[in-house]
């Protein structure tokens, strides 16, 4: 049974940092590449960051330079640091992990910008 448990998610203020950790099981998880994700109310869920096998890192324009993607094969466990917070990061964040067509999602953790 494959399962992406996030965590770390919380109140944070604005300017300030969280980390996420997105732990899986029951894939192959060095071989599959590894994204964040996030909804906010009353939008569609957009696509944040990923983490290829080999390593390569993406981000999404709003986050670039602020969000650091990383990934532990040994722990089987993505990470998502975010810092320089804003109000607008305010979301519902989900991890996944895809590997040819299969795609499996977390249940998400939310995220609250506030001061």
């Known amino acids: 049974q494959v399962q992406l448990v996030e965590s770390g998610g919380g109140l944070g203020q604005p300017g300030g940092s969280l980390r996420l950790s997105c732990a899986a099981s029951?894939?192959?998880?060095?071989?599959?590449?590894m994204g964040w994700y996030r909804q906010a109310p009353g939008k569609q869920r957009e696509w944040v960051a990923t983490?290829?096998?080999?390593?390569?890192?993406t981000y999404a324009d709003s986050v670039k330079g602020r969000f650091t993607i990383s990934r532990d094969n040994a722990k089987n466990t993505v990470y998502l640091q975010m810092n320089s917070l804003k109000p607008e990061d305010t979301a519902v964040y989900y991890c996944n992990a895809k590997r040819n067509s299969v795609v499996h999602w977390g249940q998400g953790t939310q995220v609250t910008v506030s001061s």
């Open positions: 983490i290829f096998s080999g390593g390569t890192r």
């Open positions: 029951g894939i192959a998880f060095s071989i599959n590449a």
